[in-house]
């Protein structure tokens, strides 16, 4: 365990929020000390391909947005050997402010799942990668950072609960309760899935945050009842680079929970920056912890 006092990190962080939209909030930064979980590295060759082993099949499908009004394009991760005549859980994997339906894949998500089941590590799990920028133009095109494309990511919550989450039901062999549904991402996908993970306990029992974006809300908003979210939540995992300027929308949530005996995990990465080291180490380990 290491202790960081955050009032350090807070000129850092304000020189970074200036340049960006939405930063302001780094402004009513308290000065609170957090305890970070043990960093325990991955193990060499996790995000490499191994012979011989048995793979998943990645596909792209589509679905109609009764929300945006039109069709949308998802990414779907089966794990090896899927067989219909079984049910799987489902985790949803977000993008960052500059991705799509896509960007997950920089990441190999089907090498790190394909090696993980190699060492019956993670359960058979079916991982769906959604375009989070629920709007007609969602391509991140012109001014990703801009209020009108942020906005995409905030109405994403309606496309996911009302519209792609219903489409996966029917398409593909899943269980359909709250035990057997996770969500993760990455930056504002970290965001979007702390946001809606939390803000929805009735529908998603694991909630991940991999280098949680500006657009995390604050902590009271997250976990408005304490009860409530230890009844419901199983899972809220976190992780960021300490190099990265967004920790402190991590920290904060990390902090309240603690104070407020919540089960909740953030691990501070060595030496990490806002990239896919992070996030791929993020998949890595919460794969193994939820269902
Ligand atoms: C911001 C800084 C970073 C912000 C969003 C991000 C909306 C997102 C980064 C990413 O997804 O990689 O101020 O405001």
Same mark, same amino acid.
């Given at each position: 365990m290491k202790k960081i006092f955050l009032g350090a990190l807070l000129v850092l962080a304000t020189a970074s929020a200036n340049a960006q939209?939405?930063?302001?909030?780094?402004? #009513?930064?308290?000065?609170i000390e957090v305890t970070f979980n043990e960093y325990v590295a991955a193990p060499e060759g996790f995000d490499q391909e191994t012979a011989g082993i048995e793979r998943g099949t990645i596909e792209e499908t589509e679905y109609q947005s009764k929300t945006v009004g039109t069709t949308r394009k998802v990414t779907v991760y089966l794990p090896?050997? *899927?067989?219909?005549?079984k049910k799987y859980p489902v985790l949803y994997l977000l993008h960052g402010i500059g991705g799509d339906h896509k960007e997950w894949m920089q990441g190999v998500p089907n090498i790190i799942m394909d090696n993980l089941y190699a060492k019956g590590k993670a359960k058979p799990m079916i991982i769906v990668m959604p375009n989070g920028r629920a709007l007609p133009n969602d391509k991140a095109e012109g001014d990703i950072y801009g209020a009108e494309k942020v906005k995409g990511f905030e109405i994403f919550e309606r496309d996911l609960i009302d519209d792609l989450i219903p489409f996966i039901q029917g398409k593909y062999s899943t269980y359909t309760d709250q035990e057997h549904r996770a969500i993760a991402g990455l930056s504002m996908g970290g965001g979007q899935s702390l946001n809606f993970g939390l803000g929805n306990l009735d529908k998603f029992a694991y909630v991940g945050g991999f280098?949680?974006?500006?657009?995390t809300k604050q902590p009271e908003q997250l976990i408005p009842d304490v009860a409530a979210m230890k009844k419901a939540n199983k899972l809220l995992w976190m992780v960021c680079g300490s190099?990265?300027?967004?920790m402190f929308n991590s920290s904060r949530l990390k902090a309240f929970c603690d104070k407020n005996d919540v089960p909740c995990t953030l691990i501070? *990465?060595?030496?990490? #920056?806002?990239?896919?080291v992070v996030w791929k180490y993020g998949l890595y380990n919460y794969a193994q912890l939820i269902f």
């Open positions: 939209p939405g930063g302001g909030m780094f402004g #009513q930064m308290p000065q090896p050997k *899927y067989d219909k005549s280098s949680s974006a500006p657009n190099k990265d300027f967004l501070q *990465y060595p030496e990490g #920056q806002h990239d896919f």
